[in-house]
C-alpha cells in the first residue's frame, strides 16, 4: 500500500528528448509537490500543487510543465532535455498544503540524460 | 545562498551511543523545523518536527532541540542503533509560506556495531 508512487524508477534518455514522471498518492492529500535533488545533493522544490491549482513556482525553466489531473496525480512533464537536467526528482505530498504539515515524499526518479 | 546548513557531511558513531546532528539557518522567518531521514534509493522519510515556540520535541529515541537565538537545532538519538545509518536532512519552512520546505545538504550518519 505505496502512499506516494512515482513511475518510473529510472528514466535514461538522450538531450533534446521530451520525457514525462508521473506521480500518485493514496494519502488523501490535497497538495502535491515537485522536488529535485542535484549533484550535489541539495533538494529543492520545484512546484507545488493544491486541488490542482499552482500554488509553488519556483525559478525553474518553462520546460519543465506540471500537470495535475485530479489531486491525487502531479506529473512531472520535460521538453527538450538537457544535459543538465540530470539528477533525481522526488514528489511529495501534504495533507492541506499549510506550512506546518508533514510532506510525504516518494522513492524518486532517477533522470539520466546523455 | 544556503539558508539552512548542514556543516558536517557525515558522521560516525559506536552503537549504542549518542548521535548528535546539527544544523544552522539564517532565516529568522522559519517557523516550523522538520528532520527527515533517508536510505539511498528511496524517498525522505519524516521523523520528527518542531514548531519555533517550542525549544524541545521528543519522540522516543528521537530528540529535536531548537536554539533560536543561535539560529540553531539539532537532532539527538539515543541510543543509536545500526539501523539508523541513514542521510539525515534537516528542513525549514518560512511562516505563513505554502509548504515550501527549505532542505540542508544532509548528514550522512553511520552507526557501527
Known amino acids: 500500500d505505496t502512499a506516494v508512487s512515482q513511475t518510473p524508477k529510472y528514466l535514461v534518455t538522450q538531450m533534446g528528448n521530451d520525457k514525462s514522471i508521473k506521480c500518485e498518492q493514496n494519502?488523501?492529500?490535497?497538495?502535491m509537490y515537485w522536488y529535485k535533488q542535484d549533484s550535489k545533493k541539495f533538494l529543492k522544490i520545484m512546484f507545488s500543487?493544491?486541488?490542482?491549482?499552482?500554488?509553488i513556482n519556483e525559478t525553474v525553466p518553462n520546460r519543465f510543465s506540471p500537470k495535475s489531473p485530479d489531486k491525487a496525480h502531479l506529473n512531472l512533464h520535460i521538453n527538450s532535455l538537457e544535459l543538465g537536467d540530470s539528477a533525481v526528482y522526488f514528489c511529495?505530498?501534504?495533507?492541506?498544503?499549510?506550512?506546518?504539515?508533514?510532506?510525504?515524499f516518494g522513492p524518486g526518479t532517477r533522470l539520466l540524460v546523455l | 545562498d544556503q539558508q539552512v546548513k548542514q556543516n558536517s557531511p557525515s558522521l560516525s558513531v559506536q552503537e549504542g551511543r549518542i548521535s548528535i546532528l546539527n544544523c544552522d539557518y539564517t532565516?529568522?522567518?522559519?517557523?516550523?523545523f522538520l528532520w527527515y531521514k533517508k536510505y539511498p534509493a528511496e524517498g525522505p522519510t519524516f521523523l520528527i518536527s518542531?514548531?519555533?515556540?517550542?525549544d524541545k520535541n521528543e519522540d522516543g529515541r528521537f530528540t529535536v532541540f531548537l536554539n533560536k537565538s543561535a539560529k540553531h537545532l539539532s537532532l539527538h538519538i539515543v541510543p543509536s542503533q545500526p539501523g539508523d545509518s541513514a542521510v539525515y536532512f534537516c528542513?525549514?519552512?518560512?511562516?505563513?509560506?505554502?509548504?515550501?520546505?527549505?532542505f540542508g545538504k544532509g548528514t550522512k550518519l553511520s552507526v557501527k556495531p
Open positions: 511529495a505530498s501534504s495533507l492541506r498544503g499549510g506550512n506546518q504539515e508533514t510532506q510525504y
Open positions: 494519502l488523501g492529500h490535497d497538495t
Open positions: 528542513a525549514a519552512v518560512v511562516g505563513g509560506s505554502q509548504g515550501n520546505l527549505i
Open positions: 532565516n529568522s522567518m522559519f517557523d516550523y
Open positions: 500543487y493544491n486541488n490542482k491549482e499552482l500554488i
Open positions: 518542531i514548531s519555533s515556540i517550542k
